[in-house]
């Protein structure tokens, strides 16, 4: 968790109005400020996780109808997802790539979904 923290005070720093919401296993996580102001507007609860830390979420299947809630009360946000540590965004040369050395005999269903749920985060990023 302190890495979530430390890179998300770092994104604090470079842009304090916007809410980052960070992919947490199988949930997205927003932290501290953010997670006040986004359970304020949208209704989700928050969790005491220690000190200086508070946080809410929701299932990483559910990203469409929470984006759209916050996107509903002008809030300004940023996903933050495995696949795009630092906010970076892969190239599409670069998901060629992955997709060329995937090893079907050796991928299970979850890797697969993974990575398809990150190309498309990916490029959702790039819309916004």
Do not use: H, W
């Not at 946000?77 to 050395?101: D, G, H």
């Amino acid at each position: 968790m302190s890495k979530l923290i430390k890179q998300y005070d770092e994104l604090k720093r470079k842009n304090a109005n916007k809410i980052y919401i960070f992919e947490v296993g199988i949930f997205y996580n927003i932290f501290n400020e953010d997670a006040k102001i986004v359970s304020n507007a949208i209704g989700l609860k928050l969790t005491d996780l220690g000190p200086n830390i508070i946080k809410c979420g929701f299932p990483i299947a559910k990203l469409d109808k929470y984006t759209t809630l916050l996107k509903n009360k002008n809030l300004q946000f940023e996903v933050i997802t495995k696949a795009s540590p630092q906010n970076q965004i892969v190239s599409n040369e670069q998901i060629v790539k992955k997709l060329l050395n995937i090893d079907l005999n050796n991928t299970t269903c979850k890797e697969a979904f993974d990575f398809i749920y990150n190309i498309q985060q990916n490029f959702k990023n790039i819309q916004q």
